[in-house]
């Protein structure tokens, strides 16, 4: 029986584990963390995600040929394939500050592996990485390999939270990468095997170890750019009567265009977009390629216009001024159909507007008050003007929002701001509502009161 162990049980580890147990029954997989809550949470009815399909995929494996486990070192030590899928966060102080992938625990997870093995291994970076990562992996396991021979591989993972399960069932691609000799190749086929369980030969592309890595690094930032273009013409449009809904339907139509992608939104968020793209950056940089990591860094600065023009408007809609206005977020996770509030672009929007002291209640049915109140607190605010962060009833709106209802309740003039073109906006200036709908034409009131951004 092939053995799996995978280093790191977080948003990544645990689906892609789920998934090779419940399709290779013949293959014992155990995820392992440092993190007791976590792998606790992993063996309750509850556990430390949200994913659709999830909950199905774990029980029906788990105990069986999944486990979860603490145990790091014995796990590692009895694996055959070790995947390492720990988090590489953008590093926040020395050299790369703001930029760099901060490695450390990839390292110590390398370092660790190195400790305890006592037969060959075949390593697999999950996590997304710097290009030539590999290289650096190797260096430290063969430098303390204790005649173990390690073969490195990058797997980068594609999966997108909100649909996890349904794209590792059926991927569109699984990319592996690895050295390009005898030994490489045959690590290559034994991974390319566990994955042929269920995912067609055509689909498994195999390159060398650093195509792969900077596949995963320009896979995100491809996918990013298409967001932030799209969000540049959302401002265009709103300054020109465009509708940004026809117009990424009609440029979508185009097959070299493709309609995927191209919906306007308040920005994109989430843990790994703008890590990946600050690591590519930094990468062009260290390279000698300033031009080529302006061009990508300008996907960023087109993110962070998009999260203030929003609040902007929102702001100077309502007389320039939010100060003790009440104000409902309703979402605040990164997209829908996840928990996952790692850099999203609510917790700029509400930053901005508890900035302007306004009274914000947030409600999320996926996300805990507690970690809205950790998310806003995270970084530096005035602790001169404290702010009015309010909890939200959930019962109030946890149903079918009534408008009608919302609308009569609230002080006159009503506004919705919709940062994702959610809501149906004729219904709701049926209503009485002025609704502001991300690149589309502007209501009266709104073109009166130019954002200031
Ligand atoms: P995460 O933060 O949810 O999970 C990482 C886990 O690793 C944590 O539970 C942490 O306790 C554990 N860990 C850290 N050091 C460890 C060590 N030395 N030994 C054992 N456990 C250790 O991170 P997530 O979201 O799963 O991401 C992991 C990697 O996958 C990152 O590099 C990310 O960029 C990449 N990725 C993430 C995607 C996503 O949608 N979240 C998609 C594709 C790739």
Request: charged share 25%.
């Amino acid at each position: 029986m092939v053995k799996i162990c995978c280093i790191g049980a977080g948003y990544v580890g645990g689906p892609t584990m789920a998934v090779i147990a419940v399709k290779c029954p013949a293959i014992e997989v155990v995820v392992v963390d440092i993190s007791k809550p976590r792998i606790d949470a992993w063996n309750s009815d509850k556990l430390p995600i949200y994913e659709p399909g999830l909950d199905e995929v774990v029980k029906a494996c788990r105990g069986r040929n999944l486990f979860f486990s603490t145990d790091v070192e014995k796990h590692v030590a009895e694996a055959d394939i070790i995947f390492v899928s720990v988090n590489t966060p953008t590093k926040t102080r020395g050299l790369g500050a703001g930029k760099a992938a901060d490695l450390t625990y990839w390292e110590s997870a390398a370092r660790m592996i190195a400790d305890v093995s006592k037969s060959d291994k075949i390593v697999v970076e999950k996590s997304t990485v710097p290009v030539k990562t590999a290289e650096a992996i190797e260096k430290i396991l063969t430098h303390n390999s204790k005649g173990i021979n390690y073969q490195i591989l990058s797997n980068p993972e594609f999966l997108a939270e909100g649909t996890a399960i349904e794209d590792l069932f059926k991927p569109d691609r699984v990319l592996i990468g690895g050295r390009e000799t005898p030994e490489g190749r045959k690590a290559v086929q034994a991974l390319k095997e566990v994955y042929a369980h269920w995912v067609p030969e055509e689909n498994i592309i195999t390159t060398n170890l650093w195509s792969a890595e900077l596949s995963k690094l320009a896979a995100n930032a491809f996918l990013a750019q298409r967001i932030s273009s799209v969000n540049a013409m959302s401002a265009l449009c709103e300054a020109t009567g465009a509708n940004v809904s026809e117009v990424s339907y009609a440029i979508g139509k185009d097959s070299r265009i493709g309609p995927k992608f191209l919906n306007a939104s308040v920005g994109f968020g989430g843990s790994c977009f703008q890590k990946d793209i600050l690591n590519l950056v930094y990468i062009c940089e260290c390279n000698g390629l300033p031009e080529v990591a302006n061009y990508w860094k300008q996907v960023i600065k087109i993110n962070d216009y998009q999260k203030s023009r929003f609040v902007n408007r929102v702001v100077s809609s309502m007389f320039n001024t939010v100060s003790s206005k009440k104000v409902a977020v309703l979402g605040f996770a990164f997209k829908k159909d996840t928990g996952d509030t790692r850099e999203t672009p609510a917790i700029d929007v509400c930053k901005g507007l508890l900035g302007d002291k306004a009274h914000v209640s947030i409600y999320d049915p996926e996300v805990t008050e507690e970690q809205i109140q950790r998310d806003l607190a995270m970084n530096k605010f005035d602790w001169d003007h404290p702010m009015h962060l309010q909890p939200t009833s959930p019962s109030a709106i946890k149903q079918e929002l009534d408008y009608q209802k919302i609308f009569d309740n609230m002080q006159k003039p009503a506004f919705v701001f919709d940062g994702r073109n959610v809501v149906d906006a004729e219904k709701l200036r049926e209503i009485g509502f002025i609704v502001y709908s991300i690149g589309k034409p502007l209501d009266a009131w709104l073109k009166d009161m130019p954002a200031i951004a």
